[in-house]
């Protein structure tokens, strides 16, 4: 890793961690950054996975310091996703780049629409309210709920040990639907989520050679650091501006994909 790689990864970690706590597709930031600085594409995908453990990392804590949390909820949910994530980071190895971007931007379009159309995010919330929600309660889902949330999540973490790009928006389509939490809630579930499914799928790349530890470090305290940002932006500014950043961040994904 070259000196002037440092300020430009680490930058662009930032700025990928705090997007990704809001609401997702920050690895759309940092994947093509990865490659520029001369990564081959599964390699690049491996070392991003360093980064996105510790914005989750930095985030859960973040969402805790403000009293969003519920780890016994959000554990049991990462269990299934642990399963899929191990299935999908075993068939990272080949990609094929143009029909995955058609594929994901047609899903992005299709997460968008559920989100802006479902009623439960319609309603804004305050900061104090969405403190009041602490996180979510197991006791709160009926077994129907419980059981649909956990399948999903099973493919969610397939796809996410696969390629994990924009898999954010496909847990907060997933969880508010099912759930029926709010966006703040649901944020603290997502990077709970993430964080350890992500722990494992690192693991198969890594055995696998196919991480460079040196600039995922880096990339990983910029993303720490916009994570733990963004956890607590996504509080103090409640439900309202999560949708907004959420809105954008899935047209400008939608965007890249085509273009």
Request: glycine share 12%; with cysteine.
């Amino acid at each position: 890793m070259e000196l002037w790689h440092i300020p430009v990864v680490f930058t662009a970690g930032i700025l990928a961690g705090f997007i990704n706590t809001l609401a997702g597709g920050g690895s759309l930031l940092t994947l093509p950054i990865l490659i520029f600085l001369g990564l081959p594409t599964a390699v690049a995908n491996g070392t991003n996975r360093i980064a996105i453990v510790a914005q989750c990392a930095f985030a859960v804590a973040g969402f805790k310091k403000k009293g969003v949390s519920n780890f016994k909820l959000s554990l049991l949910f990462s269990i299934p996703a642990i399963l899929g994530a191990i299935i999908g980071a075993y068939f990272a190895v080949d990609i094929s780049d143009i029909l995955f971007r058609r594929v994901l931007a047609v899903i992005m379009l299709l997460i968008l629409g559920l989100i802006l159309r479902n009623p439960r995010l319609r309603q804004t919330q305050s900061p104090a309210e969405n403190h009041q929600n602490s996180g979510g309660n197991s006791n709160s889902l009926g077994r129907r709920q419980l059981i649909t949330a956990m399948t999903a999540l099973f493919f969610i973490g397939i796809y996410g040990g696969f390629i994990q790009v924009g898999v954010g928006f496909i847990i907060i389509a997933a969880l508010t639907t099912i759930t029926k939490f709010n966006l703040v809630v649901t944020n603290s579930h997502k990077v709970f989520i993430a964080g350890i499914y992500t722990i494992f799928a690192l693991i198969v790349f890594a055995f696998n050679g196919k991480v460079c530890w040196e600039i995922g470090l880096c990339l990983a305290a910029g993303m720490g650091l916009g994570g733990w940002i963004g956890s607590h932006w996504a509080v103090a500014k409640g439900e309202r501006w999560i949708r907004v950043v959420l809105t954008i961040c899935v047209v400008a994904m939608v965007i890249k994909l085509i273009v």
